[in-house]
C-alpha cells in the first residue's frame, strides 16, 4: 500500500531529515511537536504540525496514545519515530498494528525479540553469531574447565552487579580460584548474591556494527558497516566507514553474522547488528541489535548511495527490499562528526539557549544533517545534539581532510558546543591513523588534562 | 483520489477568476503549480542537504485582533478529539451564551478511547465556541471564548 501521509513522530535533525527524504517522494507529513518545538525548522517543513503537549517529553514525545491519536486524527497512514523517544517501543508497534496505522519500523514482536539481552543473545548463538564466551560456574572444576575454553585474561562477574560494578580481572590462570574466592564474598556483602559468573575480557576493543536492512519475510542486505571506537561514557562523537584496518575475512564475517541475525528474526526495515570488536584477538562478538534508523546512517548512505529512510519507507509500505545485495558497493570512506551544545570545559555540561547565529559548510563530499538555523532554540528537555557534519571522500584520508576542512568552516554563536574540541580528536595522530579502540578517547581526555 | 482534466480545467478557472497570480497544490504524492500569465515565476529553492537559508521563526499564532476585549481563551489541555456532548444525540455540555463556572465540564477530549474531561477553569459566559465536535484538537487549541464575571 503507498503511504500518502506520514506522522513524524520525533524532532530536532532526525525529524528534518525524515521530513526531506518524505518530501523527495511527495509524501505529504505531519509532524508532532511540544510547546517547545513548535518554531523549530522540522515545524516550518511539515504540511501540518500538531502540539503533543508541554517541552517534558514525557509529556509529549513520549506519549503512545498520543502520538497515534494524533496520527489517526490527522488522517495519516503511517508513523516514522525516527530513533530514541518512542522508535524501540514494543506498544508503540502493537497500538499502530491494532489501529491500521503502518509502523515504519520492524513488527512489536521483532522489538522485544532484540531489546531483551538474554533472548537477544540466545536468538544470535542460535544463528551462529559469536557472543562473548563465559557462563556461570558453580564449583571451582567448573570454573577451571570454563576458563579454559574462555582463554585469558577474564573477568568475575557479580551476577547481581552491573555497570561496571563486582567485576575482577584474572590475567593467570592459576589466580582464578583465588580470584573466585573473593569475588563471590563481595559479592555477597554488596549485593546479597554470591554467585559469580566468567566472561572473556577483551583488552582492546573496537565498536563495530553492520547495517541491515530486511523485509520482513526472511530476506535480509547488509549495507557495510560503521566503525563507532569513538565514545565518551558510551556516547558516541565520530563515525565512520569502512572500519579502518580490519581483516579483510573478520569484516566479511561481521556482515554474513549481522545477516545471518536478522535473516533469523525474518527482520523488517532498517537495523543495526553490534559486535565488540576484540583487537588483540581478531574476533567479534555480538553485543545488541538495534531496531531503528541511527544517528550515524548517513555514513552509510554516503558510500551506499542509497536513502535509508526512503528504503524503511519502501520496505513500510510492503514494496519489499530494492536492492540486492550484489548492488550494494561502497564507494570510498566517510566520516560524521557530532557536533552537541555541551562544554567540554565544563565537563561537557549541555548548553541550552538561543543560537543567535550559525554557518554550516559546504563543499564537495560534505553534508550537514541539522535542524539549527539563525535564531534557533535549543531547549533543555532533550538531548544536546545539534548537528552533524558528514564527510565522504574517495579513501579516508580524503574524507578525513574534507571533514576537518568542514569543521573548520563552521561557526555557532550563543552557545557552547564542542566544536574545538571535536576538531581536536580529528587532528589526533592515533584518530589519522585508524582502527582506534574505545578507550582511545579516554586517553585523549587524560592527556588534554596533563596538557593543561 | 486523483486529479482529473476536468478537475484541473476547475481549478485553473478557480485562480483565473480569484486575485492570486500563482497556486501551488499538493496532494496524494501529485504537484500542481499553476503561474498566471504575466506573473513573476516564483523560483522554487532547490533541495539543499545544509539548512542555512531558512526564514527566521515565525511568531507565535496572535489570536484574532478585532475581538472583544477582555474574553478568556479556554484552551485544551491535551491533544485529542474534541466532544461537546457527553455523547452524540445528547445536548452539548455547554452553548453559546451559557453559564460556566471554572469547574464546569466544557467537553470531552479523547484519547485513544480514554475519555478526559475538558473543564473551563474560568466563570463568565461562553460567547464563542471556536472546535468543531468530533475534531482533532492539539494541545493548547483554542476551543472557546468567555466573558469572564466582572
Known amino acids: ?452 | 483520489m486523483t486529479l482529473t482534466a476536468a478537475d484541473v480545467d476547475r481549478i485553473i478557472d478557480l485562480l483565473n477568476a480569484s486575485r492570486f497570480d500563482r497556486l501551488s497544490l499538493e496532494m496524494d504524492g501529485l504537484k500542481l503549480d499553476l503561474v498566471r500569465n504575466g506573473a513573476a515565476p516564483v523560483a522554487r529553492p532547490a533541495p539543499s542537504p545544509v539548512a542555512v537559508t531558512a526564514p527566521p521563526a515565525p511568531p507565535p499564532p496572535i489570536e484574532v485582533a478585532t475581538r472583544e476585549a477582555g474574553l478568556v481563551e479556554v484552551r485544551s489541555p491535551l491533544l485529542g478529539i474534541y466532544y461537546r456532548a457527553p455523547r452524540p444525540g445528547e445536548p452539548p455540555f455547554v452553548d453559546i451564551g451559557s453559564r460556566v463556572e471554572p469547574d464546569t465540564i466544557i467537553g470531552i477530549i479523547e484519547v485513544m478511547k480514554l475519555m478526559n474531561t475538558a473543564r473551563a477553569g474560568v466563570g463568565g459566559e461562553v460567547v464563542e465556541i471556536l472546535a468543531r465536535n468530533g475534531e482533532l484538537v492539539e494541545h493548547g487549541e483554542l476551543l472557546l471564548l468567555v466573558r469572564p464575571d466582572r
Open chain 1, 1 to 452: 500500500m503507498a503511504i500518502r501521509r506520514i506522522f513524524v513522530a520525533n524532532r530536532g535533525e532526525i525529524a528534518v531529515r525524515i521530513l526531506r527524504t518524505c518530501r523527495a517522494l511527495g509524501i505529504e507529513t505531519v509532524l508532532g511537536v511540544s510547546e517547545a518545538d513548535r518554531a523549530s525548522l522540522g515545524a516550518r517543513m511539515a504540511d501540518r504540525v500538531l502540539c503533543l503537549g508541554p517541552a517534558q517529553p514525557a509529556l509529549s514525545y513520549l506519549r503512545v496514545e498520543t502520538v497515534v491519536q494524533a496520527a489517526l486524527g490527522a488522517g495519516c497512514d503511517a508513523i516514522h519515530p525516527g530513533y530514541g523517544f518512542l522508535s524501540e517501543r514494543a506498544n508503540l508497534a502493537r497500538l499502530c498494528e491494532a489501529e491500521g496505522v503502518i509502523f515504519i519500523g520492524p513488527t512489536a514482536d521483532q522489538i522485544e525479540a532484540v531489546g531483551d539481552k538474554l533472548r537477544a543473545r540466545a536468538a544470535a548463538e542460535a544463528a551462529g553469531v559469536p557472543v562473548i564466551p563465559g557462563g556461570a560456574a558453580g564449583s571451582p572444576q567448573e570454573a577451571q574447565a570454563l576458563a579454559e575454553t574462555i582463554g585469558v585474561p577474564l573477568l568475575v562477574k557479580a551476577a547481581g552487579g552491573g555497570g561496571g560494578r563486582g567485576m575482577k580481572l584474572v590475567e593467570q590462570a592459576e589466580d582464578l580460584a583465588a580470584t573466585m574466592d573473593m569475588a563471590s564474598a563481595e559479592a555477597e556483602a554488596a549485593f546479597g548474591d554470591a554467585r559469580v559468573y566468567l566472561e572473556r575480557y577483551v583488552r582492546s576493543g573496537r565498536h563495530i556494527e553492520v547495517q541491515v536492512l530486511g523485509d520482513g519475510e526472511g530476506r535480509v542486505i547488509h549495507l557495510g558497516e560503521r566503525d563507532c571506537s569513538v565514545q565518551r561514557r558510551y556516547q558516541k562523537l565520530v563515525e565512520e566507514t569502512p572500519a579502518p584496518h580490519l581483516p579483510p575475512a573478520t569484516r566479511g564475517a561481521m556482515h554474513e553474522a549481522a545477516t545471518r541475525f536478522a535473516a533469523r528474526l525474518s527482520y523488517r526495515g532498517a537495523g543495526t547488528v553490534e559486535f565488540l570488536y576484540d583487537v588483540p584477538r581478531d574476533a567479534f562478538y555480538f553485543l545488541e541489535m538495534n531496531a531503528r534508523i541511527q544517528v550515524e546512517h548517513p555514513v552509510t548512505e554516503a558510500v551506499t548511495g542509497t536513502d535509508l529512510i526512503a528504503e524503511q519507507i519502501a520496505i513500510a509500505e510492503g514494496r519489499g527490499l530494492r536492492l540486492a545485495q550484489a548492488d550494494i558497493a561502497c564507494d570510498g570512506a566517510a566520516i560524521e562528526c557530532r557536533i552537541n551544545a555541551e562544554d567540554p570545559a565544563r565537563d561537557f555540561a549541555p548548553s541550552p539557549g538561543t543560537v543567535s547565529a550559525v554557518h554550516w559548510p559546504t563543499g564537495e563530499g560534505v553534508r550537514v544533517d541539522t535542524h539549527i538555523v539563525d535564531g534557533a532554540m535549543i531547549p533543555p528537555f532533550y538531548d544536546s545534539m545539534i548537528a552533524k557534519v558528514i564527510a565522504h571522500g574517495p579513501d579516508r584520508a580524503a574524507a578525513l581532510a574534507r571533514l576537518r576542512t568542514a569543521l573548520d568552516g563552521v561557526r555557532i554563536a550563543g552557545v557552547a558546543t564542542n566544536l574545538a574540541f571535536q576538531q581536536a580528536v580529528l587532528a589526533d595522530p592515533d584518530f589519522a591513523a585508524g582502527g582506534v579502540d574505545t578507550s582511545f578517547l579516554a586517553r585523549f581526555l587524560d592527556r588534554a588534562k596533563v596538557a593543561a
